[in-house]
């Protein structure tokens, strides 16, 4: 061969050619490393065979001399790796190559790449200076032959059973791709394929690779999809946008790369925006559908809208899950809801998505779902639940059914005794987060939950039945606008139903028939359960600090297991230590029997959130005035007497403590009286006294008399002492007449606005119920 060499520094037999190396090493990734072998000097030799090779051997490809090699190592057991070339300085072709034992050589630690960047995970080292090598070069007639081979290994080789675990012989097979691509685009995940592959093959060393190969082969699968899919994404988002400029989109890094290189999106659209400022105090973010069932990295942020149906306040594409990825999501989905945090927020039990809200949403309550937990639970502590039939039961009843932060302890640490699971690591982590997702944690925080023991209906159920495990981003869409349909003409079923049908009263109790006038349908029902539900209970009065007092609510022979409600009269405020209306926005049967006990015969209006009206997504504030003119008499009335009964109370206990304290309270009882059967014959005139009118006569709310103004100074200042009474009482007269009206004119202008956002609703369910009449006759 007449190419002109340089000096190569691996001797290779067969000649005398000079080239300048170079070296080529593989380092396996951290997924595919085989474990480091402890050696003492020995010398292992491989079992000779007739396929072992030799020097002279002749390969027609640089490839054949490969393979041949590569089968050997597959019998004897062991890997290979390609370990230097040497190249013509001529024409830059191979002329030589080197293939040793995956196990040759030692890993520098003090290489250029480690030294620029943090190794989080360090692999484990596998190479322990092997010897054995196989070289070959080629030949003028294009030939290749072998030039050199090493046969002893200082390690032990692997046995027949465990070589398709060895990285060169682990290779997935035209046939193996197909049946695997088949079954992924089913929806399987890669451990269920691999039984499949395993039961076709006839045994996990007849496959040729491990569910490792299988899952990145997958991943790689999915990437080149989504490579080829993103641009459709971005084309119907810039469409969307163009047609209605709210339309909300998002992409993390640069939207024109021209390898259009996978990236993270984010859109909201203007129902989705719109609904948040109705119903964002709470809000569940779903990943459900990228790492269960789904395939699809598809994340949707949901509510709970008045109806207790789940509402979309936007949806994401999540390619990269790193924090970062997570942060800038948090912080494009709350610059799209105008930069309003929510209350609170519940997601899956993730540390990385814990940490990107800790940043975002500092002030947010974040929830863990609880349901999640359970089943993570069922997976981690399957052994124990066909062991022993009544955990699972006994589970459920510690974490949902405990009212008190000891309770539950008291009954995790029984549980985790029983089962003997105090070491268990899963479930020593998922206590360790108890204040998370354990609901007697949590209720002091809204979440817009009628139950703490039943699942909310927005975790995870929004597109159900639509996005499904073999959706691709090409279908994504189309089922995505369907849902959309769906769910909105479900709310406005519900809203029909809300304004066009009465609801069965169960109580004479004109707080049932308030509410029912006030709440949507099915919110309505929850309350009226609460209500029918304080007949079983009973309220006795506990302790009386002259401003609070405190009553135990139990029911009939359950004392032991009594709620403490406190109740301030004069601010007509209760709280109970079951917190349901903190948690739910719904007064619990607690508060109501209270209620009926001190004779409180309407909801006050601070008991009476509007995101749970049928006027919730109403801009017209009907809260303080959405009832009628007797609603208001009935609460106002309610105060007065609630506030006297206290009173009176409080001066029977003082007076009836001796004889003589019985006789002054009784004589002052009896002026009491007097004064207000005087009252009562004098009402509708103003009573003067010393010439100015007597304060606690006078509204409350009377404001300056602007009439008076165009009173001649003059004439005032003559006036003697009996005219001016006399001209006080008659401009007083006209204030309160005056007030009176405009009480009158407030409530029909109230009625008027209600009725025409009634009339609006009414308007807008007729053409979503003509819009859908139109579509089924297309």
Sequence with gaps: MDNEMVEFDIALGGGDYQEDPIEIDEEEDEEDEEEEDETSGAVYFPEAGDLEPSDGMEFE????????YNSYARRVGFSTRVSSSRRSRRDGAIIQRQFVCAKEGFRNLNEKRTKDREIKRPRTVTRVGCKASFSVKMQDSGKWI???????????????DQVHCLRSHRQISGSAKTLIDTLQAAGMGPR????????????????????VDCRNYMRNNRHRSLQGDIQLVLDYLRQMHAQNPNFFFAVQGDVDDEDHSIHNVFWADPKARLNYTFFGDTVTFDTTYRSNRYRLPFAPFTGVNHHGQPVLFGCAFLINESEASFDWLFKTWLMAMSGRPPLSITTDHDSVIQSAIMQVFPNTRHRFCKWHIFKQCQEKLSHIFLQFPNFEAEFHKCVNLTD???????????LVDRYGLRDNEWLQAVHSACRQWVPVYLRDTFFAEMSITQRS????SYFDGYVNASTSLNQFFKLYEKALESRNEKEVRADYDT???LPVLRTPSPMERQASELYTRKIFMRFQEELVGTLTFMASKAEDDGEVITYHVAKFGEDHKAYIVRFNVLAMKATCSCQMFEFSGLLCRHILAVFRVTNVLTLP????????TRNAKSNVILEDHSCDVFTYYLESHTVRYTTLRHEAFKFVDKGASSPETFDVAKDALQEAAKKVAQVNRNEGRTPISN?????????NESRPNYTSGCQDESLVEHMNKDDMDKHIAKLTNELESANRKCEIYRSNLLSVLKAVEDHKLELSVKVENIKISMKDGL
């Design 61 to 68: 490809s640089e490839e054949a001399a490969k393979a041949f």
């Design 146 to 160: 072998v030039s050199g081979f090493v046969r002893e290994h200082n390690h032990e080789l692997v046995p027949p």
């Design 499 to 501: 304004m066009n049908t």
């Design 691 to 699: 010439g100015k009118v007597r304060s606690h006569l006078l509204n």
């Design 457 to 460: 209906d927005s975790m995870n």
């Design 192 to 211: 269920r394929i691999m039984s499949a592959l395993i039961k076709e093959y006839g045994g996990i060393s007849k496959v040729g690779f491990t569910e």
């Design 404 to 414: 008190s932060i000891d309770e539950f302890e008291s009954c995790w640490s029984t």
């Design 605 to 612: 209006s601070h008991y009476i959130l509007k995101r749970w």
